[in-house]
């Protein structure tokens, strides 16, 4: 069975359905969610700084791990009271999982790229979070990344509905 996935555009309807899914574990993409490729130290931090600003947002979280298969770090992570915030480099995904044992479940990865991203959400057997908004001046790897992603997205995944209102 296919597992499902959402698609998201903007961080505070990530943080928005985490907190309906009661998630306990978030796991982030950093490029170009956290930070855009190739960006600099100032922009990591401050992108870092940013998602840990709005986690009282998702009050059942336990642990937030920002993965990127870049080797680029922060050059500090805040504490956030009551979330363990760990940062993987070099993360290898979705090949290498081994980071990600033992996290409390239910979990999420938010995610651009379907073959990076979505398979670690599959194999974690995770939500996957769909990040996806028009973005310009992707770079040509991620760009193609994305493509084949969108090829392989209905063969691992199944849309599910965004929460709304429901229909009158």
Do not use: C
């Amino acid at each position: 069975m296919r597992a499902g996935y959402e698609q998201f555009t903007d961080l505070r309807g990530v943080l928005g359905r985490a907190k309906e899914l009661s998630v306990r574990t978030m796991i982030f993409d950093v490029e170009p969610l956290v930070a855009w490729w190739g960006s600099g130290q100032q922009a990591l931090d401050r992108g870092t700084a940013a998602v840990l600003a709005e986690l009282d947002e998702v009050p059942d979280l336990q642990v937030l791990v920002f993965s990127t298969n870049s080797a680029r770090r922060p050059s500090v992570i805040p504490p956030v009271p009551g979330v363990q915030v760990r940062y993987l480099t070099s993360a290898g995904k979705p090949l290498r999982t081994a980071a990600y044992h033992g996290l409390p479940r239910p979990g999420a990865v938010i995610g651009d790229q379907v073959p990076t991203d979505g398979l670690l959400a599959y194999r974690l057997e995770f939500t996957f979070m769909y990040w996806d908004p028009p973005l310009d001046g992707v770079p040509l790897g991620p760009r193609l990344m994305h493509v084949v992603g969108g090829l392989a997205l209905p063969l691992f995944f199944q849309r599910k509905a965004t929460p709304g209102p429901a229909p009158l």
